[in-house]
């Protein structure tokens, strides 16, 4: 069985490896993942005081959540997942707006449309999705699914310290030898830094001392390499499962794209995303024998939350009744309460 669960300091190992402290591709995936022991301990350690409803929106640390997929026959965690209840942290969250400047000459008949970049922080305070993160074998799978849902299930549970809009940035084109189109023609220019240094140093720090050292004024499109301008608002190709899952969960892509890579960012109501919308409090009734549609189930608050699959039954009374191993991973009992969605 797979379970989502808070991250605990003992993970801390575990969740290094997923990150791949080596520079493993995987890790190049998820970029808000540090890869470094006391940082990621520290983002830990933020999570679990965020959960505790130590931290609030309003003593200048926002709350920050972390999450891990763990295998409840090994103990072993495949995967991570996180929340930011505001984008940027108390800094302001950088990006790129897509749009267009139309020049002109009324004396010589001519206009044209030419694509620029700006510099934007609009979606600064916004709940982002972040920190996606799992072991190859898991991809395209129901684990796959369940890691990234579990997060709305939770925003869901939880709403009011969550956004009215939420958004997601997705990595952007990254090339087999490791060179990033958008990041070469444009970022490096300004620092003396490949991407995985950049990319290493937002996962310690934030994407902001990128966003600091970059130009103020409109980036021209046309300036960029061909590769690059191929690269504006595309995936990695790893990514695309994720994206389009986030895509089924109702996350579009708008005028925004990463400061770094140049992938798209998604945004979405929160109140419209699909798990939220179909989602449905119930009580546990009974054991049963697993039989029936699978659905998502999670339970608790705060660090007791927790979120796993399995197939369910209906009672007429409106109540639900679950397998055993599923009363045991979620740590409830008849009587209390629960949220499932639709798979």
């Known amino acids: 069985m797979w379970l989502v669960r808070p991250a605990l300091p003992d993970d801390v190992d575990q969740i290094l490896e997923i990150a791949g402290a080596a520079g493993s591709q995987t890790a190049r995936l998820s970029s808000t993942l540090p890869r470094q022991r006391d940082v990621l301990a520290e983002k830990i350690d933020h999570s679990i005081a965020s959960l505790a409803c130590n931290i609030t929106s309003g003593d200048g640390r926002p709350k920050r959540f972390l999450f891990v997929l763990q295998s409840t026959s090994t103990g072993r965690i495949h995967g991570t997942a996180g929340i ?7 800094q302001p969250f950088y990006n790129y707006r897509r749009d267009a400047l139309i020049h002109a000459s009324h004396e010589l008949g001519i206009s044209s449309r030419v694509d620029v970049l700006y510099p934007s922080h609009a979606l600064t305070d916004q709940t982002l999705l972040c920190s996606f993160s799992i072991t190859p074998e898991l991809r395209n799978t129901e ?19 969550f956004t009215s809009n939420i958004a997601v940035e997705i990595q952007g084109v990254q090339l087999a030898d490791g060179s990033v189109p958008f990041w070469d023609s444009l970022g490096r220019h300004f620092f003396n830094m490949d991407f995985e240094t950049a990319d290493q140093y937002s996962g310690l720090l934030s994407k902001t001392f990128i966003a600091e050292l970059m130009p103020p004024n409109p980036i021209y499109v046309t300036l960029l390499s061909e590769a690059a301008q191929a690269a504006l608002g595309q995936p990695h190709e790893q990514t695309v499962p994720n994206l389009e899952l986030l895509q089924r969960e109702g996350f579009r892509a708008g005028c925004y794209l990463d400061i770094f890579d140049g992938g798209p960012v998604l945004e979405a109501r ?59 991973a979620l ?13």
């Not at 930011?84 to 108390?90: F, H, K, L, M, W």
């Not at 008849?334 to 949220?339: F, K, S």
Request: hydrophobic share 40%.
């Open 84 to 90: 930011d209840a505001r984008a940027g942290n108390s």
């Open 143 to 161: 684990a796959f699914e369940l890691l990234s849902r579990a997060r709305i299930l939770f925003i869901a549970g939880h709403r009011d310290w």
């Open 270 to 328: 929160t109140d419209a995303l699909r798990t939220l919308v179909t989602s449905q409090p119930k009580t546990l009734h009974g054991a049963f024998e697993e039989c029936g549609d699978t659905w998502l189930i999670s339970a608790g608050e705060g660090s007791g939350f927790r979120c796993t699959l399995a197939r369910v039954a209906n009672t007429l009374e409106g109540t639900l009744k679950v397998p055993v191993g599923v009363w045991e």
């Open 331 to 343: 740590g409830k009992t008849a009587g209390d309460e629960v949220r499932i969605a639709p798979c």
